[in-house]
């Protein structure tokens, strides 16, 4: 199993300029998390699907959008990019065993908007 | 309510020593309580966890320590490496008030360095 994978691993944007980072996952897991990782901060909860078709916001959804229409992808749009979204972009799959959550990471996606 | 505190914020160890990160959370619907570890440029990685019914759990040279009536929990790492050189998070899961499904909550990391 490859587990979690992301594209591309980096990316520079423009101000203005859109594009999709990519996230799969071969582990048939239903829920699915986008994150991402400022310096200092932690992990915060973009978006997160618990379902093909079914997603919801998280903490910091403004500027995102995601869609589910597979189990095994999950991506992330940004739109207008703005240098507020320079960060490291996590997705994370999970499988709840007993109603315990466990989260599994990609590699990140370091993106750079200038 | 959600939130999941970690202290201290960075970590200075000397190989051999006793690493201790802490957390304390306030939503008693939290149920489980997994440690991630990130190396630089990686993603987390599952560490260890524990269930809120076990005071402790030991794996290796890592144990986390439960306490559920004060609603704190904590990572020690014994006879630390320089390997053990990360950041770590505590998480806490459970239903998210309002969300209906299960997510983590993340505290806001622990950068380790163990020292030769």
């Known amino acids: 199993n490859a587990g979690v994978t992301q594209t591309p691993k980096f990316r520079i944007l423009k101000i203005g300029q859109s594009m999709t980072l990519q996230c799969a996952q071969d582990?048939?897991?239903?829920?699915m998390y986008w994150y991402r990782q400022d310096p200092g901060m932690g992990l915060k909860l973009i978006y997160y699907?618990?379902?093909?078709?079914?997603?919801d916001k998280g903490e910091v959804p403004n500027g995102y959008n995601v869609s589910r229409s597979t189990t095994e992808d999950f991506p992330l749009r940004l739109e207008l990019a703005a240098p507020s979204q320079t960060s490291v972009y996590f997705c994370?799959?999970?499988?709840?065993?007993?109603?315990?959550?466990?989260?599994?990471f990609g590699p990140g996606t370091r993106l750079l908007v200038l | 309510q959600q939130q999941v505190k970690q202290s201290p914020q960075s970590l200075i160890v000397q190989k051999g020593g006793i690493s201790i990160i802490n957390c304390a959370y306030e939503n008693t619907a939290f149920d489980y309580f997994p440690w991630y570890q990130q190396f630089p440029g990686k993603g987390p990685a599952l560490l260890i966890a524990?269930?809120?019914?076990?005071s402790e759990k030991k794996e290796g040279r890592f144990t986390i320590s439960f306490n559920k009536s004060a609603k704190q929990f904590s990572l020690h790492i014994m006879d630390s490496q320089p390997g053990d050189s990360a950041t770590y998070f505590c998480?806490?899961?459970?239903?998210?008030?309002?969300?209906?499904?299960?997510?983590?909550?993340f505290g806001k990391g622990t950068k380790l360095s163990v020292i030769p």
């Open positions: 524990i269930r809120p019914d076990v």
């Open positions: 582990m048939n897991h239903n829920y």
């Open positions: 994370a799959s999970a499988s709840r065993d007993r109603r315990f959550l466990t989260q599994y």
């Open positions: 998480a806490a899961s459970g239903i998210i008030s309002g969300a209906g499904s299960y997510q983590l909550t």
């Open positions: 699907s618990v379902g093909a078709g079914i997603t």
